[in-house]
């Protein structure tokens, strides 16, 4: 595996997201939990740049009429067509058989950087 830096430790915790390339290929770069994470920027759906979309949370499991909003800050959610993807897991919210493709990542105290080969 290659090692490829892709962002500065203090900006992507002062930004929580960046949109790097990596071998002629996109990748969002996301803080979450303090953990990183990089995902291809392509929508399994429709091919729609994923990473730019909006990072939130969702509706939690609740009875009926209750509305429960969790998951803050965890969500990536499509910017053409809504679909939610776990930042954690890559995977979409309704059908786990979907999922974002995403690479290794780790960090110092100064750098990140993806894997790849």
């Known amino acids: 595996m290659n090692k490829f830096a892709v962002a500065k430790v203090a900006e992507l915790r002062e930004k929580g997201r960046l949109i790097v390339e990596v071998k002629g290929m996109e990748l969002g770069i996301f803080l979450v939990d303090g953990q990183y994470y990089a995902w291809r920027n392509v929508c399994p759906h429709a091919a729609a740049p994923i ?10 499991p609740s009875m009926v009429y209750e509305y429960e909003h969790g998951r803050d800050q965890e969500i990536l959610r499509c910017p053409w067509h809504g679909w939610e ?3 954690k897991t890559g995977h979409h919210l309704v ?13 110092d105290d100064e750098d990140v950087y993806v894997l790849m080969k």
Do not use: H, I, N, Q
Not at 51 to 60: A, D, K, M
Not at 95 to 107: I, N
């Open 51 to 60: 990473c730019v979309g909006r990072v939130s949370g969702t509706r939690l």
């Open 85 to 87: 993807f776990d930042l």
């Open 95 to 107: 059908d786990a058989s979907v999922k974002l493709r995403g690479f290794p990542v780790e960090a």
